[in-house]
């Protein structure tokens, strides 16, 4: 714990604690928790060991979630530029990064040197993909701040699930359409995860590399030029994954489609959740308003997002972009998930459940108050979702 004081001209001194000041190395180090399915292998000889990791995770921290349930404590705003500037903060994303890197070796290197069935196979890719995919969310931190540092290292750890086109597309893509039909990442009413999913994987690739052909265009560069940020971060995909495959033999084949997927899927999952069907107003010449704290799920969960580097304080993060994860803000009246991220993901993996738990508190909103025409709706479901929902009576979440 460590205590931050400041004197304002206005309210005299003011005092905060960061109590969550070392529980943020539950972050640094939750990636090796993708160690200890094959420590139980290896401790007790069984494959069915190799899916701890999974279990941990979206099991352990979905309960964990419900025991500790949210956190609503905010930081002085006062305080906030001393919190921002203390670097232990800054250090352990960055620190994050060579985490990811040595959990993809490691997994790489068991699999290639021990004789696993298919579904022992399996279950060390997916491990691996996991975490993996939360190397995205560290690049989702590091990628956002203006040091060349820390988006260089944003680029380094997203050649690790093979994903090097995300600063870029979310940055200047997502952030700019979020919550707007025109946004690949944003999820609709009555969408389901699968059908989102085929809509958002290649439409962010193709957004990322799209606005990144047109920054160098701007410049008097080819697209394929050497500063093309998302051919950086790919380019060490190829090294990383291509000399695995050369110490490991084929079977890496298998193992890094599998975590490669994997991991991309835990971004699809993150995204399908965080603006589920919310809206931003159309103003009259096209353009839409400002993003507000309103357009994003927000969960304040203290379990998950102590893993997380606070990721799900997503409203505030869509708000103000730049502000670091230990300063991000709870606010009240906002659109709130009943999980945190992992049990969210299970819900959405069975639509209907998804539907029944969601529709209902969205449309419940107190901006949206059952009027459908404040809601993002999936195009090829608007007659269903009309019929269904359109009576514009406010509604009760569920």
């Known amino acids: 714990m460590k205590t931050f004081t400041v004197q304002d001209p206005n309210k005299g001194q003011i005092v905060y604690q960061d109590r969550k000041r070392y529980l943020w190395l539950a972050s640094l180090f939750y990636p090796m928790a993708a160690f200890s399915g094959i420590a139980l292998y290896l401790a007790f000889g069984s494959e069915a060991w190799l899916a701890m990791p999974l279990l941990m995770t979206y099991g352990g921290a979905s309960f964990f979630d419900w025991w500790f349930g949210e956190d609503k404590i905010n930081p002085p705003e006062e305080i906030v530029a001393a919190l921002e500037e203390d670097t232990y903060y800054r250090w352990l994303p960055l620190l994050t990064v060579p985490m990811h890197i040595v959990v993809l070796l490691v997994m790489a290197a068991f699999v290639g040197t021990h004789s696993l069935s298919i579904p022992g196979l399996v279950m060390v890719a997916l491990s691996a993909g996991l975490v993996s995919g939360l190397g995205i969310n560290t690049a989702h931190e590091l990628g956002h701040k203006k040091t060349k540092f820390e988006r260089w290292m944003a680029r380094i750890v997203l050649a690790v699930p093979a994903y090097g086109h995300f600063c870029v597309e979310h940055n200047r893509g997502h952030h700019r359409h979020v919550a707007t039909p025109n946004d690949p990442a944003s999820s609709r009413l009555g969408e389901n995860i699968y059908r989102f999913a085929l809509r958002e994987i290649p439409g962010c690739f193709k957004r990322g590399w799209a606005v990144e052909a047109e920054r160098l265009q701007r410049l008097g560069k080819s697209t394929w030029h050497y500063e093309n940020e998302v051919l950086q971060s790919y380019a060490l995909t190829a090294a990383l994954q291509i000399a695995l495959i050369a110490a490991f033999g084929w079977i890496m084949l298998p193992f890094l489609a599998i975590h490669n997927f994997f991991a991309w899927w835990q971004l699809t999952s993150a995204n399908y959740i965080e603006h589920y069907g919310l809206l931003r107003k159309q ?103 009309l019929e269904r929902y359109g009576s514009g009576a406010p509604l009760q979440a569920a």
């Open 283 to 385: 103003n009259a010449n096209g353009s839409y308003e400002h993003c507000q704290p309103w357009h994003s799920w927000n969960a304040d969960y203290f379990a998950s997002n102590m893993l997380l580097y606070q990721l799900e304080r997503h409203s505030d993060h869509h708000a103000h972009p730049t502000r670091r994860y230990q300063s991000l803000r709870s606010f009240p009246d906002l659109p709130t998930l009943p999980n945190g991220y992992f049990g969210m993901y299970m819900v959405a993996l069975i639509p209907p459940l998804w539907y029944f738990v969601m529709d209902k508190r969205l449309l419940a909103l107190p901006h949206i108050n059952g009027d459908l025409s404040r809601v993002n709706i999936d195009p090829a479901r608007r007659t269903e979702m």
